[in-house]
């Protein structure tokens, strides 16, 4: 059983920038693929990144050239550096993990975080 425990989120002004993290409870944390996702009342859990054990990463279009993931075995933790925030990047942030591929699929991910929350005002 794999916890998760996101933390970071906060209020900022459009153009700022946070970098939530993700701390897995797993000592097998390197062998999972982790995802970051993102949801806003009333609409389905969207894909924000991933990056897989490989260290290989995806985007979504809407973040990419603004958003990074990393990670850091040594510390089981999964990074999402936001840089250039705008309003509509308001939502609750999860981390999540899974040993499928697929990493834009919410369905391939066994094990979620609780949220943490960003608020991009403008």
């Known amino acids: 059983q794999v916890q998760l425990v996101e933390s970071g989120g906060g209020l900022v002004q459009a153009g700022g920038s946070l970098r939530l993290s993700c701390v897995a409870s797993?000592?097998?944390?390197?062998?999972?693929?982790m995802g970051w996702f993102r949801q806003v009342p009333g609409k389905e859990r969207e894909f924000v990144a991933a990056i897989t054990r490989g260290e290989n990463t995806d985007y979504a279009d809407s973040v990419k050239g603004r958003f990074t993931i990393s990670r850091d075995n040594a510390k089981n933790t999964v990074y999402l550096q936001m840089n250039i925030l705008k309003p509509e990047d308001t939502a609750v942030y999860y981390c999540?993990?899974?040993?499928?591929?697929?990493?834009?699929?919410?369905?391939?991910?066994?094990?979620w975080g609780q949220g943490t929350q960003v608020t991009v005002s403008s």
């Open positions: 999540a993990a899974a040993q499928r591929i697929f990493l834009r699929i919410s369905d391939n991910y066994g094990y």
């Open positions: 797993e000592r097998t944390f390197s062998t999972y693929n």
